[in-house]
């Protein structure tokens, strides 16, 4: 009976991981093509430095920054978190002559 019940959770740990991997690539695909895209809707949409813009059309400039702020947001993170990642995967080149001679 035990037993079914791991293969119950390794079930349910294959299924999360699955989902997390569907989530990741569906907001971190293509971030920069996403960033310039709303960049260049925001450069189109600057209509309200010259005449007075609906409310509507506030709101919708309100949530395009909002969702620009985001993706730089997110884009940040990725790039601070690479150099530690890469570290993480490759370690540290300095060898035990290297740290000893240094340690001297």
Same mark, same amino acid.
């Given at each position: 009976? $035990? &037993?079914?019940? $791991?293969? !119950?959770?390794?079930?349910?740990?294959?299924?999360?991981?699955?989902? =997390?991997?569907?989530?990741?690539?569906?907001?971190?695909?293509?971030?920069?093509?996403?960033? @310039?895209? =709303?960049? &260049?809707?925001?450069? %189109?949409?600057?209509?309200?430095?010259?005449? %007075? =813009? %609906?409310? $509507?059309?506030?709101? &919708?400039?309100? !949530?395009?920054?909002?969702? @620009?702020?985001? =993706?730089?947001?997110?884009?940040?993170?990725?790039?601070?978190?690479?150099?530690?990642?890469?570290? %993480?995967? &490759? #370690? $540290?080149?300095?060898?035990?002559?290297?740290? #000893? !001679?240094?340690?001297?």
């Amino acid at each position: 009976m $035990d &037993e079914w019940g $791991d293969f !119950v959770i390794k079930e349910n740990v294959k299924k999360i991981k699955l989902a =997390l991997k569907l989530w990741h690539q569906n907001h971190t695909k293509n971030l920069l093509g996403r960033i @310039l895209l =709303l960049k &260049e809707r925001f450069s %189109l949409d600057c209509k309200g430095e010259n005449l %007075l =813009l %609906l409310e $509507d059309e506030e709101e &919708e400039l309100h !949530v395009l920054i909002a969702e @620009l702020f985001s =993706l730089y947001r997110i884009n940040i993170s990725i790039c601070w978190k690479q150099p530690r990642l890469i570290w %993480l995967r &490759e #370690g $540290d080149a300095n060898s035990k002559i290297f740290h #000893g !001679v240094i340690s001297s």
